[in-house]
């Protein structure tokens, strides 16, 4: 009997200090917060360029409605194939004229080929650069030109470097993104240009003097 009163009275002592030990035990503080990061050393978001092109051109850069040997073709990534531009026929000699008033951000040599480009005044910051090759330029860095001005002459390049025919390669960049060149041009220079009359049989033109014409004379 005294055994078991002794067992019994030994079990809620057991009990007693495992309940001590447990509460004087702290409880695990929880973690502390990151210190906060000063708003001076958070890198600012980088800009990225105003994909809008205005129809700012007043013109072609070379001739008044050259054919387009290649249009534009955007690569699927910065490095990737494509067309960043597009080619307009034009023979060796032809001038070369600023399609909108600018500054000469460049003029010079690049690969071998000549090579100029325009920063069109009020398009923006950063503002639209358009880019000619291959130019034998007669402007210099940093010149002020004025829409239709002339910037040099297209450049003999050997068969199949760039174009299958004699061509003028123009391009378009908002910093570092190339753009579709021909989206400068109003849709009135891109469609050929501002309409005419034509002659009407019969009916002489403004002007015109002498005997009116019949059919079939």
Do not use: I, Q
Not at 12 to 19: D, E, I, P, Q
Not at 118 to 128: A, N, Y
Not at 184 to 192: K, S
């Amino acid at each position: 009997m005294r055994v078991r009163r002794c067992v019994s009275a030994c079990t809620w002592v057991a009990l007693l200090l495992t309940l001590s030990l447990a509460l004087a035990v702290p409880s695990p503080a929880p973690p502390s917060a990151p210190p906060p990061v000063p708003a001076s050393a958070v890198a600012p978001a980088p800009r990225a360029p105003d994909p809008a092109v205005p129809a700012v051109a007043r013109g072609w850069p070379v001739g008044t409605g050259p054919a387009v040997l290649r249009g534009w073709e955007p690569p699927s990534t910065p490095y990737g194939p494509g067309h960043r531009g597009v080619d307009l026929a034009a023979p060796p000699g032809a001038p070369v004229r600023a399609v909108a008033p600018g500054r000469v951000s460049f003029a010079g040599r690049v690969a071998g080929k000549g090579v100029v480009s325009v920063e069109l005044t009020g398009t923006g910051d950063p503002p639209l650069r358009t880019t000619f090759e291959p130019v034998r330029a007669s402007v210099k860095k940093g010149r002020r030109v004025a829409a239709g001005e002339v910037l040099g002459t297209v450049e003999a390049t050997p068969a199949g470097t760039h174009c299958t025919a004699p061509c003028l390669h123009w391009g378009l960049l908002r910093g570092d993104v190339y753009l579709n060149p021909l989206s400068l041009l109003p849709t009135w220079l891109l469609n050929g240009g501002p309409a005419r009359l034509l002659p009407v049989l019969g009916v002489p033109l403004p002007g015109a003097t002498g005997r009116r014409t019949s059919p079939g004379t």
